[in-house]
């Protein structure tokens, strides 16, 4: 296997596209992760695309193909596969360029993430999303995406007596981070008493503990880091690309208060980075309901179970605290168009380690991590990065 390197990124605004389609978001996206890797269009021997519900949201299938076509790439024949893994699709995708170009198959692979959600109304948006639950055992039964969050939720406020007011802090730092991205879907802040007295999701959720429905795209180019310096300064190598699962519907699951998948994929991670916690200098943790980011963190080894609200009660998470984290607003105040959100993570990651990331720059960020999950924490994806 060979070492990979990220040697381009880019992503559109998060937030509500109404004069923008699902090609207009992944070719914007595409081509700006192009011209940061100075590369041409022609260049790129392979695309993956992750896209979790296209021929659903907006009736559209065939999505690599799509991405390819209108890249320019029709002519050249370069093989585009779509990669779907529900929310975690942008990570999935991720992960594949990974093997290819580690394989040696491919020197320059395109990936991306892209997802156009708001042509549609609530309900129907809600529906969409809970495919990525078990549809005939959960969601037939009436259980949304949000449901089952506040389920999560009212166990481990069971379990380990978290309130409502810690909890809310999440959704703070994150709606502070979000002012400080100009691509963020939110960009104002918000105080525990608006997240507490929100309208009410599902309780103890309220809407500003979920993620929004965004449109949005995100891409990167990969290169093996033996010639990643031909075409950037400052690549960024990929240090482990791990995916691990779980049983795919909460009640199979021995506990609701950890991710089996988030820990074996953290600990496989680790293991290929030769990292540890400790080393990580800014991380993106999935957020799409406050309690996942909260379980994420501890299953991810940032704090023992039950006490990783703590790191948010003393300010660790901040962008300049100790454990930066969610520094683009995460999920939750960027943004979450769920088939773009695991490449746009990366993206994130990889401005922050080129000392790109403007206002909310993490001083002296070398090393990051990103953790996307599909469904419930059923899938987990991780990917750990170092800047060359
Ligand atoms: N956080 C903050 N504000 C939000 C928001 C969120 N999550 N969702 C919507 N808003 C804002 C809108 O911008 C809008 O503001 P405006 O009146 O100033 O324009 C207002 O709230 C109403 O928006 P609307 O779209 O009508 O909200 P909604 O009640 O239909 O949807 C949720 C709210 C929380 C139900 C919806 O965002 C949701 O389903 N989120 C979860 C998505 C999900 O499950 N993703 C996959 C996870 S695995």
Not at 30 to 49: H, R, S
Not at 81 to 99: D, K, M, P, T, W
Not at 178 to 184: I, L
Not at 264 to 286: R, T
């Amino acid at each position: 296997m060979r070492d990979v390197a990220i040697i381009g990124a880019g992503e559109t605004k998060y937030g509500e596209h109404w004069d923008k389609s699902l090609r207009d978001l992944a070719v914007e996206a595409g081509l700006k992760a192009i011209e940061d890797a100075n590369i041409y269009a022609e260049d790129i021997q392979a695309i993956f695309g992750g896209n979790m519900s296209a021929g659903s949201f907006v009736g559209q299938d065939h999505v690599g193909a799509l991405i390819a076509d209108f890249a320019g790439l029709a002519e050249t024949q370069v093989p585009a596969i779509r990669v779907e893994a529900a929310c975690a699709s942008g990570a999935a995708a991720l992960h594949a360029g990974y093997l290819a170009v580690a394989s040696g198959m491919y020197d320059i692979v395109l990936v991306g993430g892209v997802e156009k959600m708001t042509d549609l109304p609530g309900d129907m948006v809600t529906d969409i999303l809970a495919g990525a639950a078990d549809r005939e055992w959960e969601v037939f039964l009436g259980a949304t995406f949000p449901a089952l969050g506040a389920m999560m939720a009212r166990r481990y406020m069971h379990e380990f007596g978290l309130t409502i007011e810690q909890l809310s802090l999440l959704p703070v730092i994150a709606h502070k981070h979000g002012t400080m991205n100009p691509d963020a879907h939110f960009q104002r802040e918000v105080t525990v008493d608006q997240v507490i007295n929100a309208p009410m999701v599902a309780d103890p959720l309220t809407i500003m503990h979920c993620s929004p429905v965004s449109d949005g795209g995100a891409a990167v180019v990969l290169a093996p880091t033996d010639i990643a310096r031909k075409y950037t300064d400052s690549p960024v190598k990929i240090l482990a690309s791990t995916v691990a699962n779980d049983y795919i519907s909460l009640h199979s699951r021995p506990s609701l208060v950890e991710s089996p998948s988030t820990i074996a994929a953290g600990k496989k991670a680790y293991e290929m980075a030769k990292k540890e916690p400790k080393d990580i200098d800014v991380m993106e943790i999935h957020d799409a309901f406050s309690i996942i980011a909260l379980e994420g963190l501890e299953d991810l080894g940032f704090a023992k179970k039950g006490e990783g609200i703590k790191l948010a009660e003393e300010g660790q998470l901040y962008y300049d605290g100790d454990m930066p984290y969610n520094v683009s607003g995460g999920l939750k105040a960027k943004g979450h168009p769920v088939g773009a959100t695991g490449v746009g993570q990366v993206v994130e990651i990889v401005k922050q380690l080129r000392n790109e990331a403007g206002k909310r720059q993490v001083p002296d960020a070398r090393v990051g991590l990103a953790h996307n999950v599909g469904g419930t924490m059923t899938t987990s994806i991780i990917h750990i990065l170092e800047v060359m």
